[in-house]
């Protein structure tokens, strides 16, 4: 009998008492990292805890994170999404959080700064009345432990909706709205961003220098060497993109070319931005309106569908689409001809034709297929019809007037000079 072959032997935690496989190893980072992440948010939120749950102080309903690489245009996009999202507030920038004076406090006394410093902050300007139906953060999260932060945000803000449903407080714990957005540009047009802006910063600073108008700005190192924009690019997509990237599962998450011109930014973030309803409603609204078609749906397939109709009608109701036609031509197109130049035409009648509901949808239908937005009302008037011999009150019976208004690019006048 052949001996068993040995197996390389496996190096052992000693306090875990198990083998360090490249796994556990794994998953005792991660372990960390929850376990940081909680300890700072908790850390955090027991500042603001009391006034959140008496309802003197307000989380935003919604929270835009942004983040995009050294020169995507953070801060000259900020307000193409600000006015998408109808937010009125200025975004919460984390570096300018840095920069604060509680944060200045800590530096001076010669302690660095930390996520628990930085988060603990940012809970703090999140719940400025300003930003109760929205804000944009920019600048954050940008490691695994803050990321871990805004996912327990969000799930604590979720805990708090449900915990006060049916309470005085409910109306102050909405559906919490978390979006992620990263704006997109390739390393070399970054690169050249930073140094455009570095030598916009240095001429600016000359002037001043000069003149003694203005501000100076400040002049970054990282802005004057090639190098450098570089490994910040790097350390941006290897780092932080990386990890906002595992928020992809949890939160609408958004990339957006910022690679061209402002203008070509601004359609991306129209286009990227559009309502969604099942985002943006609690479920139980969202359930019972869902069953209503999206206008947007309903427009896919109308040209086939106007087709389909008019076929039917000369199919299986020729007589009265003919009558329909007739009507047309001989009432409505000199009306819509005298009305060319504006590109609006109303028209109101008697014709007892369309008191048949179908001769309305035909007449619709018809004007619609020639290029015309045309819409019908029915409008019930009193009308007299006799004199009660008794009373001598005047008897009036009601009557429908029909009105039709049709819409049309008018005529357009070239004026000489």
């Known amino acids: 009998m052949l001996p068993s072959p040995s197996l390389p032997e496996m190096p052992m935690d000693t306090r875990a008492a198990r ?68 937010i009125v507030a200025p975004p919460i920038v984390t570096s300018d959080l840095l920069n604060a004076p509680e944060m200045r406090r800590i530096k001076d006394s010669g302690v660095l700064v930390g996520d628990s410093d930085v988060v603990r902050l940012l809970f703090e300007r999140l719940l400025e009345p300003q930003h109760t139906t929205g804000v944009i953060v920019d600048g954050f999260p940008r490691t695994r432990v803050q990321v871990e932060c805004v996912k327990l945000l969000y799930q604590r803000m979720l805990d708090l909706r449900v915990s006060h449903r049916g309470t005085p407080l409910a109306a102050y714990f909405p559906k919490p709205i978390f979006q992620i957005v990263v704006l997109y540009v390739e390393e070399k047009e970054s690169v050249e961003r930073q140094l455009k802006r570095g030598r916009e910063i240095l001429a600016h600073n000359e002037r001043v220098r000069e003149t003694g108008v203005g501000v100076l700005l400040e002049e970054r190192a990282t802005d004057m060497s090639e190098e450098a924009c570089r490994k910040r690019y790097h350390v941006f997509m290897e780092q932080t993109y990386s990890v906002l990237q595992s928020l992809k599962e949890v939160f609408h998450f958004h990339v957006i070319n910022a690679q061209g011109d402002i203008a070509s930014v601004e359609r991306a973030i129209n286009s990227e931005f559009k309502y969604q309803s099942s985002l943006e409603l609690d479920e139980e609204t969202f359930d019972a309106i869902d069953h209503i078609p999206l206008a947007s749906e309903i427009v896919v397939a109308a040209r086939q569908h106007l087709v389909e109709r008019l076929e039917r009608y000369q199919r299986d109701s020729t007589e009265l689409f003919q009558r329909v036609i007739a009507i047309i031509d001989q009432e409505f197109v000199p009306t819509i001809v005298l009305h060319a130049m504006t590109g609006l035409a109303k028209l109101t009648t008697d014709n007892q034709l369309f008191a048949d509901p179908l001769a309305i949808s035909m007449l619709v239908d018809v004007l619609s297929e020639r290029g015309y937005r045309a819409c019908a009302t029915v409008e019930m008037r009193e009308v007299p019809s006799r004199v009660d011999p008794v009373s001598h009150a005047i008897i009036c019976t009601k009557k429908p007037r029909y009105k039709f208004e049709m819409k049309f690019e008018g005529s357009r006048i070239r004026r000489g000079m």
């Open 19 to 86: 083998p360090v496989t490249p796994d556990f190893r794994e998953n005792t980072a991660a372990d960390t990292v929850l376990e940081q992440a909680s300890s700072i948010f908790y850390s955090a939120w027991a500042h603001i805890e009391r006034r959140v749950l008496a309802g003197k102080a307000r989380l935003p309903r919604e929270i835009i994170w942004l983040g995009g690489a050294p020169g995507a245009g953070k801060g000259t996009n900020s307000p193409f999404i600000l006015r998408e999202r109808g």
